[in-house]
């Protein structure tokens, strides 16, 4: 539904093109940090920030990454599967794929970065039958 807005968006008024429309949020907010990486993901913010989701207008990089941190700590704090390093290595980069994607399906991990690091059969190897369950628990939780 994003990427549809986002083609309609660019599509009826390019001048209302996200990456503008969200500098403008930055300037009405006062933000100071980095500007949102691509036009996509900047109407992702722009959508959590009109929504209320979000007080003020941030990268949607910023939100992935602290929905990461959230994530991480509940699965490391319970009774739950516990990641080693090589699992946390695989799982910063499904973060930044999502950060700037907003989405990872099973496809992406053929595709850089993934496949320079043994892709899906990797993915695969190192989660085993949870890879699935861990992949849309990501998709989940750090679009929130």
């Not at 090589?86 to 991990?109: C, G, K, N, P, Y």
């Not at 595709?111 to 039958?129: R, S, T, W």
């Amino acid at each position: 539904m994003i990427k549809s807005l986002y083609d309609a968006v660019k599509t009826d008024r390019p001048k209302l093109a996200p990456i503008r429309v969200w500098g403008a949020y930055a300037l009405l907010d006062e933000y100071k940090g980095n500007d949102s990486v691509n036009e996509l993901t900047a109407l992702v913010a722009l959508v959590r920030r009109v929504c209320g989701l979000d007080d003020k207008i941030a990268p949607y990089a910023e939100t992935v990454r602290r929905n990461f941190q959230t994530w991480i700590l509940k699965r490391h704090s319970g009774a739950g599967q516990k990641f080693d390093d090589e699992q946390m290595d695989w799982l910063r980069m499904v973060r930044d794929h999502i950060a700037t994607s907003i989405h990872i399906e099973r496809d992406d991990l053929d595709m850089a970065p993934f496949d320079a690091n043994g892709g899906l059969g990797k993915v695969y190897q190192i989660f085993g039958e949870s890879m699935d369950t861990v992949l849309n628990e990501m998709n989940e939780a750090l679009a929130a």
